[in-house]
C-alpha cells in the first residue's frame, strides 16, 4: 500500500509563496490518484486540489484556484503543491491523500481516498 510522507510546512507571511510536497515511500506499482487536502483548529478537512496519475487531469477548490498548482513526478513517486500568495485563511495542517482508483472530478471528499500522509502545518501570518 501507499505510504505518504509530506514535508514542506512552515510560517511564512501573507503573500509569501510555499511548495509542499508528498512522498510515496510505499507500494508504487499501482498507479495512483492523489490529492491534497487541509484542516484547520475546529473545522473540517476540505478539499484542495487533486491530480490524475499522469499529470494530465487537475482539479482545485474555487478558495484556491489561481493561486495554487497541484503538480506530480511519477518518476520520485512525489506530488508537489505550489502555494502563492498566500492568505491567513490558509492556515491549517496540509494532508495528503492518494486513491488506488481512478480521478475523477467528484473525489474532493476525505471518504474517496484510501491512504493519507500525517500531515505538514502551513501557518500564514498576516
Known amino acids: 500500500q501507499a505510504q505518504l510522507v509530506e514535508s514542506g510546512g512552515g510560517l511564512v507571511q501573507a503573500g509569501d509563496s510555499l511548495t509542499l510536497t508528498c512522498a510515496n515511500v510505499?507500494?508504487?506499482?499501482?498507479?495512483?490518484?492523489m490529492a491534497w487536502f487541509r484542516q484547520a483548529p475546529g473545522k473540517e478537512r476540505e478539499f484542495v486540489a487533486s491530480?490524475?496519475?499522469?499529470?494530465?487531469?487537475?482539479m482545485y477548490a474555487d478558495s484556491v484556484k489561481g493561486r495554487i498548482t497541484i503538480s506530480t513526478d511519477n518518476a520520485k513517486n512525489t506530488v508537489y503543491l505550489q502555494m502563492n500568495s498566500l492568505k491567513p485563511e490558509d492556515t491549517a495542517v496540509y494532508y495528503c491523500?492518494?486513491?488506488?482508483?481512478?480521478?475523477?472530478?467528484?473525489?474532493?471528499?476525505?471518504?474517496?481516498?484510501?491512504?493519507w500522509g500525517q500531515g505538514t502545518q502551513v501557518t500564514v501570518s498576516s
Open positions: 491523500a492518494a486513491t488506488s482508483g481512478f480521478w475523477a472530478t467528484y473525489k474532493i471528499r476525505p471518504g474517496h481516498y484510501d491512504y
Open positions: 510505499g507500494r508504487t506499482v499501482d498507479p495512483y490518484a
Open positions: 491530480i490524475s496519475y499522469n499529470g494530465a487531469l487537475t
